[in-house]
């Protein structure tokens, strides 16, 4: 039976810490979506970069701007593949003459421009920033047992976004048919 002069100490206890769990848990979740809100835009610069180099692979095999003894990487599995690709992590480089990134004809660090606060590209407001906190590798590997007429392309495209270090890997296969 409930006391004529209001809630017990105990009913209000109660009743604070279910609101202060409460409160913590939608604090919880707006740090958690202010983190993700905060680095989408690097998010979209990773996935852009490693389908462009993929692109830029398959373009050379097709326009034959590169022979499929050089689609591999320099060193790669062997040690000796002979290929034009740099093994590890490389700046986010300009493609050079060959139009292919990961080359040792690469140009300048890419940069990218953003939307102002007016979000329009183009614009006085817009800022441009070079990625250089960006790392992109590529590994072509041959496919087991399939007498080195397929190749797996990997490409890993890491960021730093405060404290945390992002990584995005993309796979794809590549034939020597163009």
Same mark, same amino acid.
């Given at each position: &039976?409930? @006391?004529? *002069? ?15 769990? +409460? ?10 979506? &202010?983190?993700? /809100?905060? @680095? @989408? %835009? ?9 389908? $462009? ?19 591999? *990487?320099?060193?790669? =599995?062997? +040690? ?18 060959? +139009?292919?990134? *990961? #080359? !040792?004809?690469? +140009?300048?660090? $890419?940069?990218? !421009?953003? %939307?102002?606060?007016?979000? /329009?590209?183009? !614009? ?9 906190? =960006?790392?992109? $590798? ?5 496919? %087991? ?13 890491? =960021? ?6 992002? #990584?995005?890997?993309?796979? #794809? =296969?590549? @034939? *020597?048919?163009?």
């Amino acid at each position: &039976m409930r @006391s004529p *002069n209001g809630f017990s100490l105990v009913e209000t206890v109660i009743s604070l810490g279910v609101l202060t769990a +409460g409160l913590l848990g939608a604090a919880a979740v707006l740090a958690q979506g &202010m983190q993700k /809100m905060t @680095s @989408s %835009p690097g998010d979209v610069v990773t996935t852009q970069k490693a389908a $462009e180099a993929i692109e830029t692979v398959f373009a050379a095999r097709d326009s034959h701007t590169l022979t499929w003894a050089q689609i591999r *990487n320099v060193h790669g =599995y062997s +040690g000796s593949d002979n290929g034009i690709f740099l093994d590890g992590p490389q700046s986010l480089r300009l493609p050079g003459a060959d +139009g292919v990134v *990961n #080359t !040792t004809d690469d +140009g300048d660090v $890419e940069t990218v !421009t953003y %939307p102002g606060p007016d979000q /329009m590209i183009g !614009t006085a407001d817009d800022t441009t920033r070079v990625l250089d906190k =960006y790392t992109r $590798e590529i590994t072509i590997r041959d496919v %087991p047992n399939e007498n080195g007429a397929l190749r797996s392309i990997t490409v890993t495209v890491t =960021y730093q976004t405060g404290a945390v270090l992002k #990584t995005y890997t993309l796979t #794809t =296969y590549i @034939s *020597n048919f163009a």
